[in-house]
T-cell receptor, first 113, second 113 residues
Framework: AQSVTQLGSHVSVSEGALVLLRCNYSSSVPPYLFWYVQYPNQGLQLLLKYTSAATLVKGINGFEAEFKKSETSFHLTKPSAHMSDAAEYFCAVSVGNFNKFYFGSGTKLNVKP | NAGVTQTPKFQVLKTGQSMTLQCAQDMNHEYMSWYRQDPGMGLRLIHYSVGAGITDQGEVPNGYNVSRSTTEDFPLRLLSAAPSQTSVYFC????????????FGPGTRLTVL
């Protein structure tokens, strides 16, 4: 079975500081990996995804993530946080032909002025 | 182009009542799915469909039924609501299954008393 672990249910950074949101997955076969963002009272929106091409994936709003097979990780980063980045972020995994997505429990990002 | 629409936005039920959550998409997507979102648990897949007439179970299918008679619509039925089904429900669609980008609806907030 696949699973996703997001370390830290709440992360707080200052505006302009580095954002690092952690995601580890478990899968016996190469996965597809995703990061989604959810703003209050809205649905989820895709930030970026890894589909076995380049291991460093760039997404929208200046976010990027690196797939590290040896560490089974797919951490999300942004060099400089903006107030508008305050939201909840979800990591998700899908494997092979199973047609299912498994989401992590989410990390709420707070950006302090 | 409305994307993924869900109705109703809010619903309060009494234990034992039945209801149907509606989901529709106008993007000609084959893959559609239902999730529930509970605090601290991320999103969990309830049921999904890879095309009209084809549905399958996700992680938490008990207490829910689905059908897919058209490409556009994917309703979720609660046959006998229970307080444990109090949650926010999201419908999503993608052109095909993973790794295609999922587009999420705005959600339905359901309370079962």
């Amino acid at each position: 079975a696949q699973s996703v672990t997001q370390l830290g249910s709440h992360v707080s950074v200052s505006e302009g500081a580095l954002v690092l949101l952690r995601c580890n997955y478990s899968s016996s076969v190469p996965p597809y990996l995703f990061w989604y963002v959810q703003y209050p009272n809205q649905g989820l929106q895709l930030l970026l995804k890894y589909t076995s091409a380049a291991t460093l994936v760039k997404g929208i709003n200046g976010f990027e993530a690196e797939f590290k097979k040896s560490e089974t990780s797919f951490h999300l980063t942004k060099p400089s946080a903006h107030m508008s980045d305050a939201a909840e972020y979800f990591c998700a995994v899908s494997v092979g032909n199973f047609n299912k997505f498994y989401f992590g429990s989410g990390t709420k990002l707070n950006v302090k002025p | 182009n409305a994307g993924v629409t869900q109705t109703p936005k809010f619903q309060v039920l009494k234990t034992g009542q039945s209801m149907t959550l509606q989901c529709a998409q106008d993007m000609n997507h084959e893959y559609m799915s239902w999730y529930r979102q509970d605090p601290g648990m991320g999103l969990r897949l309830i049921h999904y469909s890879v095309g009209a007439g084809i549905t399958d179970q996700g992680e938490v299918p008990n207490g829910y039924n689905v059908s897919r008679s058209t490409t556009e619509d994917f309703p979720l039925r609660l046959l006998s609501a229970a307080p444990s089904q109090t949650s926010v429900y999201f419908c999503a669609s993608s052109l095909q299954g993973p790794p295609d980008t999922q587009y999420f609806g705005p959600g339905t907030r359901l309370t079962v008393l």
